[in-house]
């Protein structure tokens, strides 16, 4: 068994078995993804959130294991070790109690205390300790020696030792660290040089701020720490300094007398000076890391949201980026999403050659086959979709076309990143920015998965003081949303950019450019096995990432659903026991229900696995996204200046944070939402009432046009 295996089971209260044998699959190799789906047997039916934690909470303990092994090496060479305090480091697996017990053996930089014990005023500290002496200055006498001035020098020297005695007691910090889990404050003042500066507006609401630490929500924590990080704010965490005093007093002190008032004073010298700065230091740093997980959560949530957004297929495309004097840049794509022919129009003013761009629209309509539109919802994008719908309804009285495509707006978030990027360069090396913005717009609306994974998911507009948070943390959390997101829906082989095909299971970007290129070399895969002859793509690479990938029309309809190659053998016994093939058990209803799948149990397949295969025999490499909706502005509402306290508006959710919801009601400039205006009961969660791109009706409840915000409630 792991070592880790009953402390995680323990702590995220799950089977000690499915625990074991998912930290066995991790060390062996396999993906989270790959866990999930298709060793369910051995994990029990562990889902990915759960494999997830279990695997970060496998890494902090190897963590705090390297951290255990770097701490022993220390107090070892100290000579310090004792088997009491080894068994305690090695019964301890909580990193917070590991640095207090480490505490009084860290090296550390030359202190008061430190150069005390220099001049030998140890034993005049244990002597005061011990409170038994009628006359400390006396005793404190035979200690003036050397750089020792006097008594009262002694005296104070002894009183710098105990107050770092004070500090680094692991009763000591747990008695301040109890009282502020209890009591803290957390205090935002604004830097007076800073009020009346314009940077400074933003952070208005605290200037003159303070509440319970514990209640403090991520988001404000965050903004309080952000305007400190840009010297805006002053911001501290402090609790009740008089109780814990009189606590920390009560352990060192007893009785009255001489001793005793030397002994409270340096305790409350310790408290002040040493102990109560690492506790709030602590705190800040335990607060923030708890917002930073709040606020990835939240990015997560909303990332993975965007990720599986409604896609529209694989359908003719025409790609706008919408613009008032640049104009509006105009691209066509097959239904593959290759680019087939680019222009810039000019509808609006200053330009205003409404009647030219028309002719050509209509042009690019007839020549291109154009199924669809996708207009960028950035500047002049409402103009740009009234002026699409006017040349749509030219169509009914033209003959030359055939087709009569949907409108739809689309999130330029991100756009402009892509563009410049290195992958867009690769992608369209004789193009421009704006080409590529448009097709990456146009891209989107087809397939919203396969085109933001080539965008850096900070960049795409749906986060929560993203730039605050750990870094780190943040990355591999987005990673591992997006790595869960392309193998729910799965990979079409064929037509998967290098970017996609890097996210899915077991692959990475050396075998995702290795598909590719054996791709170009050799032509469309037409059966998963071919991924054998892929250079590098061993079988283990094979084996997590092949259930993953789709070819449709293959001559096997397995290799187009989600059935992993291991288990075809199954199928095929299936189909061979309602004597037809394995196409005719997909496509015939009657076939598939006839089939017991208890008689298909074996020692490595149970019912779990089984259920997920019929499951895809009924719907093979079926998409879990939704559909795609046309959305329609209020007509009478393009401008700030048009709102009124009291309109019921349609909008769509554009961001999600743990406060609310932003919403577009076609301003250009989104309206808040505020949780407690998301519904009418008590909202825990604002995941649990809406979610992005959610077509919703809002009523606007303010404007504040000063600081440019906009109210708004669904509470109608």
Partial sequence: MNPFTKRIAQVLGLPEKGVDNTLALLDDGCTIPFISRYRKERTGGLDEVQITRIADMNEKLKELVKRKETIVKTITEQEKMTAELQKRIDDCWDATELEDIYLPFRPKRRTRASVAKEQGLEPLATLLLMQREPNPKQAAQRFVKGEVADA????????????????????????????????????????????????????????????????????????????????????????????????????????????????????????????????ETEFAALSKEQADDEAIQVFTSNLRQLLMDAPLGQKRVMGVDPGFRTGCKVVCLDAQGNLLHHEAIFP?????????????????????????????????????????????????????????????????????????????????????VTVRGAVSIGRRLMDPLAELVKIDPKSIGVGQYQHDVDQGKLKRSLDQTVESCVNLVGVNLNTASHHLLTYVSGLGPTLAKNIVDYRSDNGAFTSRSQLKKVPRLGPAAFEQCAGFLRIPGAENPLDNSAVHPERYHLVEQMAKDQHCTVKQLIEEKNRREAIDIHQYVTDEVGIPTLTDIMKELEKPGRDPREQVEVFEFDPNVKEVDDLEEGMILPGIVTNITNFGAFVDIGVHQDGLVHISQLANKFVKDPNDVVHLHQHVKVKVVEIDRRRNRISLTMRI
């Avoid at 919802?377 to 055939?402: C, W, Y």
């Avoid at 999130?411 to 992608?427: F, I, N, P, Q, W």
Wanted: with cysteine; charged share 30%; aromatic share 6%.
């Fill in 152 to 279: 009262d020098a002694a005296l104070k020297g002894a009183q710098d030792i105990i107050a770092e005695m004070v500090s680094e007691d692991e009763r000591s910090r747990n008695i301040v660290r109890q009282s502020f889990r209890r009591n803290a404050l957390i205090t935002s003042k604004v830097v007076k040089a800073k009020k009346e500066t314009e940077e400074a507006a933003k952070y208005s609401d605290y200037f003159d701020w303070h509440e319970p630490l514990k209640r403090c929500s991520s988001h404000r924590l965050l903004a309080m720490r952000r305007g400190e990080s840009e010297g805006i704010l002053r911001v501290s965490i402090t609790t009740d300094d008089d109780f814990c005093i009189e606590r920390l007093q009560r352990n060192y002190v007893r009785g009255y007398g001489k001793c005793q008032r030397l002994v409270g004073e340096a305790v409350e010298d310790g408290y002040k000076r040493l102990l109560e700065p690492s506790i």
């Fill in 348 to 432: 609006h003013p200053p330009v205003n050659h409404r009647m030219q761009a028309t002719m050509h629209v209509l042009q690019m309509l007839k020549d291109y086959h154009i199924e669809a539109i996708a207009i960028g919802n950035g500047t002049a994008s409402r103009e740009t979709k009234e002026f699409m719908q006017d040349v749509i309804s030219s169509l009914h009285t033209s003959p030359s076309t055939n087709t009569t495509p949907q409108v739809f707006v689309v999130s330029e978030d991100g756009a402009s990143v892509y563009s410049a990027s290195k992958t867009a360069r690769e992608e369209f090396p004789d193009e421009d």
